[in-house]
């Protein structure tokens, strides 16, 4: 959980809000390609363990640059496209070392990074460039409706893992 106030705000006007979509969006993307691929192909690109790691991936920023305000959020570095240039070479990087064999992966790695910072974005803003001080985004959606959201996609995270846990990829391929 994360406290967040808006800029020129008191202690007493800050939300409550709950990285809980950071983490669910990522693991739906990744259960939603798998979808994809079993349909196509008839095995899934990532397995259930890299979901999970996809779905830590989207909450890096946050992890990694903890914040209690939304003023910190725009300070940090982990909010900007130099972390996610970073990201993207360090999984390069494990790539050419063969510690990572899967491209796939590494793709939703990133997308989970990239993700996250797109959610900020539009519920507050993020500075893209920092340390310049252009901020990209705004609060196209508002605090009232962030804990909905983290129901919605905590939920629809929780139905995808089940379906493909309990059903099975080869159940799905089948029909």
């Known amino acids: 959980m994360v406290r967040v106030t808006r800029p020129g705000t008191s202690m007493l006007g800050c939300e409550l809000v709950f990285i809980v979509s950071h983490f669910c969006i990522s693991v739906i993307l990744a259960n939603s390609i798998n979808c994809y691929s079993v349909a196509k192909r008839g095995i899934p690109v990532v397995s259930g363990k890299e ?19 939304l003023s910190d959020r725009l300070e940090s570095w982990t909010h900007t496209l130099w972390f996610i240039f970073g990201i993207i070479a360090i999984l390069l990087a494990a790539m050419l070392l063969g510690m990572i064999r899967n491209n796939w992966l590494s793709l939703l790695l990133v997308m989970g990074v990239g993700l996250h910072i797109l959610c900020d974005a539009i519920t507050g803003g993020v500075k893209l460039l920092w340390p310049i001080d252009d901020i990209y985004g705004s609060y196209l959606i ?31 391929t089948s029909r």
């Open 51 to 69: 979901v999970l790691l996809v779905g830590i991936f989207g909450l890096l920023p946050d992890i990694l640059n903890p914040h209690l305000f």
């Open 142 to 172: 508002g605090s009232p409706h962030w804990i909905m959201l983290d129901l919605l996609f905590g939920s629809m995270a929780l139905v995808s893992w089940v379906c493909f846990r309990f059903i099975g990829w080869r159940n799905l």
